[in-house]
């Protein structure tokens, strides 16, 4: 079965950092795309991040980029996203999102099948 699971939100003042890990179970990552998207109380879905397991090349949402940081880690079914200078905009649940194949869609896209999600709140 092929299943993401998302940790690491949590609560933190705005200028904060977080990581958020999704680890995958089922697969591995060699032949699919990972990424992140959020969903705002009240809004919709905004794509944030994704990185081509093959390739290893990367994309970000003009919302983030320059802030967060998509990785793969040693274990290689394990996807990091390094979150710094967190603004009260960022707040939001973070889902993690697989898709078979090489190349990431346009950045701030919204793709495949994801995971419970984390929820992220920037506040002082």
């Known amino acids: 079965q092929l299943q993401l699971v998302e940790s690491g939100g949590g609560l933190v003042q705005p200028g904060g950092s977080l990581r958020l890990s999704c680890a995958a179970s089922?697969?591995?990552?060699?032949?699919?795309?990972i990424g992140w998207f959020r969903q705002a109380p009240g809004k919709g879905r905004e794509g944030v991040s994704c990185?081509?397991?093959?390739?290893?090349?990367?994309n970000y949402a003009d919302s983030v980029k320059g802030r967060f940081t998509i990785s793969r880690g040693n274990a290689k079914n394990t996807v990091y996203l390094q979150m710094n200078s967190l603004k009260p905009e960022d707040t939001a649940i973070y889902y993690c999102?697989?898709?078979?194949?090489?190349?990431?869609?346009?950045?701030?896209?919204?793709?495949?099948?994801w995971g419970q999600g984390t929820q992220v709140t920037v506040s002082s």
């Open positions: 089922g697969f591995t990552f060699n032949d699919w795309i």
């Open positions: 999102t697989f898709q078979a194949g090489r190349l990431c869609p346009p950045p701030g896209s919204i793709f495949g099948s």
């Open positions: 990185i081509s397991g093959s390739s290893g090349r990367t």
